[in-house]
């Protein structure tokens, strides 16, 4: 359990050089903001990744991660480990609810957390009108297969009630073609100013609240036949749509749920109540017979029906206080995750899972970890193929754990064996980047990433650079006002090494590590001018500025990448 890499999604980074002038993280970087809403955004809430799957597995191509504050989400591959795509998605302000790939990834999905009004971005409407003017938005994002980008024209989304929907998750196996979304705030609570009420005490009246059960392939087949509307650019299934069409049920869920979790032959749907101290599971086939019969205990307030209760819920287990999330293994076990209690609950699933009928929906085993974990993760754990003899706790206190630095404290990971018969905490793991979300754990071997680039490569096309320069085809050329630098980079001097143009003029550099040693990465940084570039072996980088400022700039390797790294310099000469 160690920290191997951190990537740049939402945000700039300079040690990687990502967003600070060269053009792979500024194009990403501007992309990811819809300029009818906002300038450009150079942050983000980044919160649930999502590894993009084949038959329900991970198949190690892309990574996804919504940004939870902006209603965005981001796309890395996994080759290279680099953002290539930042989506700021219409319609949806806020989004906690994923994001989650189908079996095999021919959407990512992502929600909304909290309603908006619908219409322009800038659409202003009062509190007191929240029930019938607020929205939610579940959104069905269609993946390039090749480059793992989503195309909002081939996507679609759901018009939902303005609950508060949670953390999702994807039907498989026996539930392939369904989506499911926890929420809350069915009492449609808003503010104390409005309601009378704090909404942590207004927003948690009500007994129950809802799972959406959303039939995605009966909603693929609405979008072809055009019952859509475009609603800023998107293809929208309107909310009486879905329920006429049959796409949208509600179940009955534990009051005030935090997420969702399938098992991993998709027969089981885990829900927890944050006020409940049990687990609730349901059964995805007693779901589909309650839809086919019509087995409904009334509607909601919007007219979405509302599945009986009795009628697909299969097993409660009392786990203890604040349950919150479930990770499965291979033996039909679920860990569920209590953030009240700090401490992890082992039970068992029911017999479609492989446990005896007289064991099935009972509890096994507890320990307590350190503090108030907030979600977990092991191998596979929401996959089709668990496998891992390991957990990892991702507790949001440390408290007493380490070391007082200053007055905000670490995360604290802590590695959990489950190989016997009592689960036992092996390791803690301070975090101190950021406050750990939503995690999944991968087997090693399934990311094939590559060590160094094919010499010339553009990162953000995967595929030859128009600006690649081979070794003695360095050159400087203007044009008009802007100068062109072809450059190359190698331990230890760049090529060339001076560089002279006017005060006012544009400058384009084009630079190409034409090192083929794998970790042999340069940087690339001038003083003064909001520039820094990493640029790794065979890649091409491009970097534009204005040099608006008279005088003589060294610019500089970033990166210890030889014992001569600091000799590894040159000169922007800017003349008056």
């Known amino acids: ?257 935090h997420g969702v979790c399938v098992s991993p032959d998709g027969n089981y749907i885990v829900v927890s109540g944050k006020l409940d101290p049990t687990t609730s599971t349901y059964d995805i086939e007693l779901i589909k017979r309650a839809i086919e019969e019509k087995t409904y205990q009334g509607t909601d307030v919007y007219g979405v029906p509302i599945l009986d209760l009795d009628a697909v819920l299969v097993g409660l287990v009392e786990v203890g206080a604040g349950p919150l999330h479930t990770q499965f293994d291979a033996e039909g076990n679920a860990y569920t995750c209590m953030f009240i209690e700090s401490s992890v609950a082992k039970w068992t699933l029911g017999p479609k899972a492989g446990v005896p009928e007289s064991e099935a929906f009972k509890f096994v085993d507890k320990v307590s970890v350190h503090y108030n974990p907030g979600h977990l993760v092991n191998v596979g754990g929401d996959t089709t193929e668990p496998d891992g003899k390991y957990l990892v706790s991702m507790n949001k206190w440390s408290i007493d754990r380490y070391q007082t630095v200053g007055t905000l404290h670490p995360q604290n990971f802590q590695l959990i064996d489950l190989t016997g018969e009592k689960m036992r905490v092996l390791k803690d793991m301070p975090i101190g980047f950021g406050e750990p979300h939503y995690a999944q754990m991968v087997k090693a071997d399934t990311i094939k990433a590559w060590e160094t680039y094919p010499v010339g490569t553009d990162p953000l096309t995967m595929g030859p650079s128009e600006y690649a320069t081979e070794p003695g085809n360095e050159r400087i050329e203007r044009d008009g006002d802007t100068v062109h630098v072809y450059m190359t980079a190698m331990r230890s001097h760049f090529t060339p090494d001076v560089i002279r143009v006017k005060k006012g003029d544009n400058v384009s550099l084009h630079i190409t590590n034409i090192e083929s040693t794998k970790d042999a990465t340069h940087g690339f940084a001038i003083p003064g001018h909001n520039v820094q570039a990493s640029i790794d072996p065979g890649e091409v980088v491009n970097i534009d500025f204005a040099a608006n400022r008279s005088g003589d700039y060294a610019y500089y390797c970033t990166e210890f990448c030889s014992a001569l790294h600091m000799e590894m310099q040159g000169w922007l000469l800017v003349e008056p």
């Not at 189908?102 to 990512?108: A, C, G, L, R």
């Not at 219409?119 to 993946?143: C, Q, Y």
């Not at 499911?180 to 704090?198: H, K, M, Q, R, Y």
């Open 1 to 257: 359990m160690g920290l191997l890499k951190t990537i740049p999604v939402f945000s700039p980074d300079p040690w990687s050089g990502y967003g600070y002038g060269a053009d792979a993280g500024e194009v990403v970087l501007d992309g990811g903001s819809d300029p009818a809403k906002t300038e450009p955004l150079r942050w983000g809430d980044s919160h649930h990744p999502a590894l993009s799957e084949t038959g329900g597995k991970y198949d190690g191509r892309f990574i996804y991660i919504n940004d939870r504050a902006n209603g965005r989400i981001g796309m890395v591959d996994l080759r290279d480990f680099k953002t290539k795509q930042i989506l700021d998605i219409p319609n949806l302000q806020t989004s906690h609810g994923g994001v989650f790939a189908t079996p095999d990834t021919d959407y990512v999905h992502i929600s909304s957390h909290t309603g908006a009004p619908l219409g322009a971005p800038d659409a202003f409407v009062e509190l007191e009108d929240f029930a019938e003017s607020f929205r939610g938005i579940s959104t069905f994002l269609a993946v390039d297969q090749e480059t793992g980008k989503c195309d909002l024209s081939e996507s679609f989304q759901i018009e939902l009630p303005p609950y508060t929907q949670d953390l999702a998750d994807a039907g498989k196996l026996a539930s392939d073609g369904f989506a499911f979304i926890p929420c809350f705030n069915t009492e449609l609570a808003t503010a104390s100013t409005v309601d009378g009420a704090p909404l942590e005490t207004s927003a948690s009246k009500n007994d129950y609240d809802f799972l959406h059960v959303i039939d995605w392939r009966k909603a693929e087949e609405v979008v072809e036949a055009g019952k859509t509307e475009m609603v800023n650019g998107v293809r929208m299934i309107r909310l009486q749509t879905a329920i006429d069409e049959g796409i949208l049920h509600f179940v009955p869920a534990p009051r005030s749920p």
